[in-house]
């Protein structure tokens, strides 16, 4: 069954139904091969400090979370073919349409919460 959950800042819904991969398989798999995110807004890898776009078809937005969900570092408009650095401070990251961080104004620091059904808070 696949988990989703909602991601807002400041009490605003800024992302839905965000798909949550928090098993070894589903973090490896991630958006490989796909040619969109489809119905999915976005993909939470729970845990992760780094991300490829290896064998990925389109540009993404990367968003580093820390355990409380503060934004500790972003990758934005990642094309296909590249990896991200090790972040150290991360324990998840938001891999959403590339521009999504820039519509969102999200900046290092801005704490986000997830909601709904697959909420990740609750490992």
Known sequence: MKK????T??????LEN??????FFSRLSG???????GGD????????RQI??????FPIDAVFLSREQEIVHIERGLVPGRMTPY????????????????????????????EGRGNPDKR
């Open 52 to 57: 490829h776009t290896f064998m990925m078809r």
């Open 4 to 7: 989703y959950t909602n991601i």
């Open 41 to 48: 807004g976005g993909l939470l890898l729970v845990p992760c």
């Open 31 to 37: 958006l490989m091969m796909k040619k969109s995110l």
């Open 87 to 114: 972040v150290k401070d991360a324990w998840s990251v938001l891999e959403a349409p590339a521009g999504f961080a820039a519509e969102s104004r999200l900046s290092v620091g801005d704490r986000l919460r997830f």
């Open 18 to 23: 965000v798909r949550v991969a928090g098993s």
């Open 9 to 14: 800042k400041e009490g605003r819904i800024i």
